[in-house]
T-cell receptor
């Protein structure tokens, strides 16, 4: 069964460092998303990406964040200068567009020290 | 804000009992979905109900939608210990559709064997 894969599963970084989280969405899907979840709490929407551009972003997704789909398969989230409060699980999801069902990866746990 | 609250925040029941979780939202929607998350894992889609539907069934799951009250409920019948997880509702607003799928705060369900 096709699945969304995310790497790394866990990353530890120092405050102020740049981090890139990678996702490989399901190949024929059209919409791509990043969500954040702090310590098993609410799943917060960060950004959606469609037709090679950002379609929606939340207030969390400030200038420190960026997304890219560089090669038609990978979908990356970059945090330019990490802060302590960026520590969270980051989930990538993709959606084909007709069913409405989001497929999630297993997440990347980011720990900022 | 698009999403409201889910209640209860936590629910503990005995195996075999039914579990009911509720979700409220604020804006007009296209679809409402329910997802499940096992501890430390990604979210898994359970069921989607469209705004013109009132009730939907899938196995032991029953979802209702009341668009006049902007609320939905998820009923899990004959619960099993394996149903222990967090359950989230998610909505996509009519205005933004798949561009922005927002999750509620979730209900943590414990099913005691």
């Amino acid at each position: 069964e096709p699945e969304v894969t995310q790497t790394p599963s866990h990353q530890v970084t120092q405050m102020g460092q740049e981090v890139i989280l990678r996702c490989v969405p399901i190949s024929n899907h059209l919409y791509f998303y990043w969500y954040r979840q702090i310590l098993g709490q609410k799943v917060e929407f960060l950004v959606s990406f469609y037709n090679n551009e950002i379609s929606e972003k939340s207030e969390i997704f400030d200038d420190q964040f960026s997304v890219e789909r560089p090669d038609g398969s990978n979908f990356t989230l970059k945090i330019r200068s990490t802060k302590l409060e960026d520590s969270a699980m980051y989930f990538c999801a993709s959606l084909w567009g007709n069913t409405g069902e989001l497929f999630f990866g297993e997440g990347s746990r980011l720990t900022v020290l | 804000s698009q999403q409201g609250e889910e209640d209860p925040q936590a629910l503990s029941i005995q195996e075999g009992e039914n579990a009911t979780m509720n979700c409220s939202y604020k804006t007009s929607i296209n679809n409402l979905q329910w997802y499940r998350q096992n501890s430390g894992r990604g979210l898994v889609h359970l069921i989607l109900i469209r705004s013109n539907e009132r009730e939907k069934h899938s196995g032991r799951l029953r979802v209702t939608l009341d668009t006049s009250k902007k609320s939905s409920s998820l009923l899990i019948t004959a619960s099993r210990a394996a149903d222990t997880a967090s359950y989230f509702c998610a909505t996509d607003a009519m205005k933004t559709s798949y561009d922005k799928v927002i999750f509620g705060p979730g209900t943590s369900l414990s099913v005691i064997p």
